[in-house]
């Protein structure tokens, strides 16, 4: 065998070796997981389960443990739902999933309203998505 045949050949192995290791397709993807690249599944939908934004289908974000439709202001969401900043980024919520009677039954960053509902706090308009204000509560509603 000619010198440069055993290098490729050695370069061959060792890419299949990588490949199969490192990111290859699994027939045993975790539980709650999807496979990733093309061989990828549909990903979870909105309101399921979640642990990873990756979890998600595309392109829903996991927040407060479920798949969730991104916004910017509530008529980004569908009838069922509302936006609500979490992190910096609106996120389109179930009113089912933020119903509240005490702050203790509220995500962490947001607070309970006198409509039972989970808001976010504000301190101004500002503090508020497009077409919210900041309420005496200092909890922002809808204009």
């Known amino acids: 065998m000619k010198p440069w045949t055993r290098h490729v050949a050695l370069v061959a192995a060792v890419g299949s070796v990588l490949l199969l290791g490192c990111g290859g397709k699994s027939d045993d993807p975790k539980p709650g997981r999807t496979v990733s690249g093309s061989d990828a599944g549909p990903g979870k939908q909105n309101g399921e389960t979640c642990v990873l934004n990756s ?3 595309d392109p829903l974000s996991c927040v407060f443990g479920k798949c969730h439709a991104q916004c910017v202001e509530a008529r980004d969401c569908p009838a069922n739902a ?12 179930l009113e089912t999933d933020t119903g509240c009677t005490y702050n203790a039954d509220c995500p962490s960053s947001l607070s309970c309203a006198p409509d039972g509902l989970c808001r976010n706090q504000c301190q101004s308009d500002r503090d508020c998505l497009v077409n919210e204000g900041c309420s005496v509560d200092h909890l922002c509603v809808s204009k």
């Open 82 to 93: 509302r936006c609500i900043q979490s992190n910096g980024a609106g996120v389109c919520v």
């Open 55 to 57: 979890d998600c289908a």
